[in-house]
């Protein structure tokens, strides 16, 4: 163990920085008495990592809103490009050795990645401007854009292996990567919450001077974590758990999550979707499921597929979507895709949009395509709908992302051999069970919603029984 001015000295910092560094849960420490007894070993850790983040050369004239970086896949070198923090345009773009493992979102699949592309798929993959809470996350970091923030973190994710290295910083995959090396959940904190004290006295502590670069409490995935919700990384006995908010005062997402699950338990097998369980923090109800992709695994949203087969919109999606899957040797991919229209459609689910969808591969042998257990349903069982509009009239909802109509979406199935109607018998009570924990909501509307799933889970046993699956009025 070692004393706060040591670890000072090791870091290279203040003593009060260290301090913050410890509220903040970027190091473990013990108190004793008034003082803190600082772990070494997480000493040395940040230390180590500190060294890496390099620093780019001061160049005479040079533009202080660009930097040269290196994109990453593990410890491929795979485009050299140079990235303008101001306009988010990317300029001086190189393929290098490793331009096989360029990510497939990143152009067509049989062309060389060109600025513009890459620019969109850097865009995509930072915290969307309507993120809540954002705005209070970059003027507390002193970052202007997410894109800023995202480079801060050098773009490391828990999605996938891809990272930005900056030019002359030494580093490696093993040495920067959060699967191994885990992170700072204390931005997680400032993004949920929309004010974080530990952030405030970290983000005081210390503030470099890089272009693009807040305080090292950016050292997060949360960073290149897309998505509208409110959500957030955290590491529990080993595990990465994502956690994510709901929206309005009725905070209904996260226990459609939950019964969502319930639903997918009785009809789908385990390893085909993500369970989510509902947990409280900060005095609200969140869903947390844990990470599908690792070290070695990949996640790839089924819009990078559609990117690298230029399949565009105003064609087909579905069928060109199938055709990729066939092309990239994923098994089983037409009725898994079967699978997801018909569950969408139990829960009225209107948000299934091209990147909470996709595939697994691994990320080293870049191989072992597979479709990606489902998950995100925050926004089935009428996340957006009144009582009184459940109750007046049948519910029509936009579908997505194949079919605009819900009937029209339906129809594409082509294999629903694997459903049983008898396995969501007692699912009704089920929606009573799981929205009736939510306080904000009342037996009316858990009421409306359990005739509208009756309705849906009728169309879709028709629909069996039309192709034989079972017999009429089962």
Same mark, same amino acid.
């Given at each position: 163990?070692?004393?706060?001015?040591?670890?000072?000295?090791?870091?290279?910092?203040?003593?009060?920085?260290?301090?913050?560094?410890?509220? +903040?849960?970027?190091?473990?420490?013990?108190?004793?008495?008034?003082?803190?007894?600082?772990?070494?070993?997480?000493?040395?850790?940040?230390?180590?990592?500190?060294?890496?983040?390099?620093?780019?050369?001061?160049?005479?004239?040079?533009?202080?809103?660009?930097?040269?970086? $290196?994109?990453?896949?593990?410890?491929?070198?795979?485009?050299?490009?140079?990235?303008?923090?101001?306009?988010?345009?990317?300029?001086?773009?190189?393929?290098?050795?490793?331009? @096989?493992?360029?990510?497939?979102?990143?152009?067509?699949?049989?062309?060389?990645?060109?600025?513009?592309?890459?620019?969109?798929?850097? %865009?995509?993959?930072?915290?969307?401007?309507?993120?809540?809470?954002?705005?209070?996350?970059?003027?507390?970091?002193?970052?202007? $854009?997410?894109? +800023?923030?995202?480079?801060?973190?050098?773009?490391?994710?828990?999605?996938? =292996?891809?990272?930005?290295?900056? !030019?002359?910083?030494?580093?490696?995959?093993?040495?920067?990567?959060?699967?191994?090396?885990?992170?700072?959940?204390?931005?997680?904190?400032?993004?949920?919450?929309?004010?974080?004290?530990?952030?405030?006295?970290?983000?005081? @502590?210390?503030?470099?001077?890089?272009?693009?670069?807040? =305080?090292?409490?950016?050292?997060? =995935?949360?960073?290149?974590?897309?998505?509208?919700?409110?959500?957030?990384?955290?590491?529990?006995?080993?595990?990465?758990?994502?956690?994510?908010?709901?929206?309005?005062?009725?905070?209904?997402?996260?226990?459609?999550?939950?019964?969502?699950?319930?639903?997918?338990?009785?009809?789908?097998?385990?390893?085909?979707?993500?369970?989510?369980?509902?947990?409280?923090?900060?005095?609200?109800? /969140?869903?947390?499921?844990?990470?599908?992709?690792?070290?070695?695994?990949?996640?790839?949203?089924?819009?990078?597929?559609?990117?690298?087969?230029?399949?565009?919109?105003?064609?087909?999606?579905?069928?060109?979507?199938?055709?990729?899957?066939?092309?990239?040797?994923?098994?089983?991919?037409?009725?898994?895709?079967?699978?997801?229209?018909?569950?969408?459609?139990?829960?009225?689910?209107?948000?299934?949009?091209?990147?909470?969808?996709?595939?697994?591969?691994?990320?080293?042998?870049?191989?072992? /395509?597979?479709?990606?257990?489902?998950?995100?349903?925050?926004?089935?069982? /009428?996340?957006?709908?009144?009582?009184?509009?459940?109750?007046?009239?049948?519910?029509?909802?936009?579908?997505?992302?194949? %079919?605009?109509?819900?009937?029209?979406?339906?129809?594409?199935?082509?294999?629903?051999?694997?459903?049983?109607?008898?396995?969501?018998?007692?699912?009704?009570? !089920?929606? @009573?069970?799981?929205?009736?924990?939510?306080?904000?909501?009342?037996? %009316?509307?858990?009421?409306?919603?359990?005739?509208?799933?009756?309705?849906?889970?009728?169309?879709?046993?028709?629909?069996?029984?039309? %192709?034989?699956?079972?017999?009429?009025?089962?």
């Amino acid at each position: 163990m070692l004393t706060t001015k040591e670890a000072a000295e090791i870091l290279g910092v203040s003593a009060r920085r260290v301090n913050a560094l410890i509220e +903040a849960g970027a190091l473990r420490a013990e108190r004793l008495g008034r003082s803190w007894a600082v772990d070494e070993n997480s000493v040395r850790q940040r230390a180590a990592s500190e060294r890496l983040r390099g620093r780019p050369s001061d160049r005479s004239g040079e533009v202080a809103h660009r930097a040269r970086y $290196t994109l990453m896949c593990r410890d491929h070198e795979v485009i050299g490009f140079t990235y303008d923090f101001r306009s988010g345009a990317v300029a001086d773009l190189k393929p290098l050795d490793g331009i @096989a493992w360029k990510p497939l979102g990143i152009g067509r699949l049989d062309k060389t990645p060109n600025r513009y592309d890459f620019a969109e798929w850097l %865009r995509n993959r930072a915290i969307p401007g309507m993120r809540p809470n954002l705005p209070v996350a970059l003027r507390d970091l002193m970052v202007r $854009t997410p894109s +800023a923030l995202m480079f801060a973190s050098w773009g490391l994710s828990l999605s996938d =292996p891809y990272w930005f290295r900056p !030019e002359g910083a030494p580093a490696q995959w093993a040495d920067v990567n959060y699967f191994d090396n885990g992170y700072e959940e204390a931005f997680g904190d400032l993004m949920l919450a929309g004010e974080s004290p530990k952030a405030a006295r970290v983000a005081s @502590a210390d503030r470099s001077e890089l272009p693009g670069r807040g =305080p090292a409490i950016t050292h997060s =995935p949360d960073t290149a974590t897309n998505g509208m919700l409110s959500k957030t990384w955290v590491r529990r006995r080993g595990v990465d758990y994502l956690i994510k908010g709901g929206t309005g005062n009725e905070n209904r997402e996260p226990y459609n999550e939950r019964l969502a699950t319930r639903l997918l338990e009785r009809l789908l097998d385990l390893d085909e979707f993500v369970p989510y369980t509902v947990i409280e923090r900060h005095g609200r109800a /969140y869903s947390s499921c844990a990470n599908m992709a690792g070290p070695d695994t990949e996640l790839i949203p089924a819009q990078d597929v559609l990117t690298a087969f230029a399949i565009t919109e105003g064609r087909d999606l579905h069928a060109g979507y199938l055709r990729a899957l066939e092309d990239l040797g994923v098994e089983n991919a037409r009725q898994l895709i079967d699978k997801m229209i018909v569950v969408d459609h139990l829960m009225a689910n209107f948000d299934r949009h091209t990147h909470n969808f996709g595939l697994l591969r691994n990320a080293e042998t870049l191989d072992g /395509y597979r479709v990606a257990p489902l998950f995100d349903h925050g926004c089935g069982f /009428y996340s957006r709908a009144t009582t009184a509009e459940l109750e007046a009239r049948p519910c029509v909802w936009e579908s997505h992302p194949f %079919r605009e109509y819900p009937s029209q979406q339906l129809a594409l199935v082509d294999d629903i051999s694997w459903y049983d109607p008898s396995a969501l018998e007692g699912f009704l009570d !089920e929606i @009573a069970e799981v929205l009736g924990e939510n306080p904000e909501i009342d037996e %009316r509307f858990i009421a409306a919603v359990q005739k509208q799933t009756a309705r849906q889970i009728r169309a879709v046993s028709d629909l069996a029984a039309e %192709r034989g699956v079972v017999s009429a009025g089962w």
